[in-house]
């Protein structure tokens, strides 16, 4: 996949526009309370986010010109998902047997 050509606020913008015009489709076929809510709702989501980089990331990410040594980015992105599986863990049901195998088949 590649990354949209443009602006991110123009990409953004169109895929809004995309949007309504399939929300403004799915509420010619119902027109129940419920689909307006979702459809009201979904519509919100996509302005908040239209404004968020509009505020935010008007020109597109910004990068360091200067750079910077990433090996000690390894170490500090490793710690959070070695907490994680401790926690996943920590989750499993107690009620299992010991000597169930993990995937779930008894063959």
Not at 32 to 60: M, N, P, R, S, Y
Request: with cysteine; aromatic share 4%.
């Amino acid at each position: 996949m590649t990354p949209p050509s443009g602006s991110p606020l123009g990409h953004c913008d169109q895929q809004t526009q995309a949007c309504d015009f399939n929300l403004n489709r799915v509420l010619k076929e119902a027109k129940d309370d419920k689909t307006k809510a979702f459809v009201q709702a979904l519509k919100k989501v996509c302005k908040t986010q239209t404004d968020f980089i509009k505020e935010h990331f008007k020109t597109g990410l910004t990068w360091n010109p200067k750079g910077g040594d990433l090996s000690g980015a390894a170490a500090v992105a490793a710690k959070p998902a070695a907490t994680k599986g401790a926690e996943e863990q920590k989750e499993q049901p107690k009620d299992t047997p010991k000597d169930a195998p993990k995937d779930g088949n008894m063959n």
